[in-house]
């Protein structure tokens, strides 16, 4: 497995700029190891919802986790507000770092992620493949 770890600043896309580095890193079996920070706004798509649910105002981030490759991003993060009530979703773009966000990446070296189209769910699904190390 080899690591990276990341810090985002005020005012940074978090979805924005974990596809970025993806695509930097050419990141083909990525994955969230931990992540920890604050936002300032949060968009999500909640379980079986089809909408964004825009929230604004200031949360601390208590969890992300999910897979990166360069055919796509599935990340879910968790939320707590200022009176300690706890949310989370699919991450969408617009979810904006209020102080910090620090993460770290790992990446499987010996796997292929690939997101390919599924008949049966109607979403672009994870397609494993291991990779020959010899």
Not at 111 to 132: H, V
Request: glycine fraction near 8%; aromatic fraction near 6%.
């Amino acid at each position: 497995m080899k690591t990276w770890a990341v810090r985002l600043h005020p005012g940074q896309d978090l979805r924005q700029e974990l596809t970025k580095f993806t695509q930097e890193q050419r990141l083909q079996s990525g994955f969230i190891v931990t992540a920890v920070g604050s936002l300032q706004e949060a968009h999500l798509r909640f379980a079986n919802g089809n909408t964004a649910q825009i929230f604004i105002e200031k949360f601390e981030l208590v969890a992300l986790s999910g897979t990166l490759s360069l055919t796509g991003l599935h990340l879910h993060l968790v939320l707590a507000n200022d009176r300690g009530q706890v949310m989370g979703g699919h991450l969408l773009e617009g979810c904006l770092i209020y102080t910090t966000a620090e993460i770290v990446i790992g990446t499987a070296e010996n796997l292929l992620f690939k997101r390919i189209p599924d008949a049966m769910t109607g979403f672009s699904e994870l397609m494993i493949t291991p990779i020959n190390s010899n």
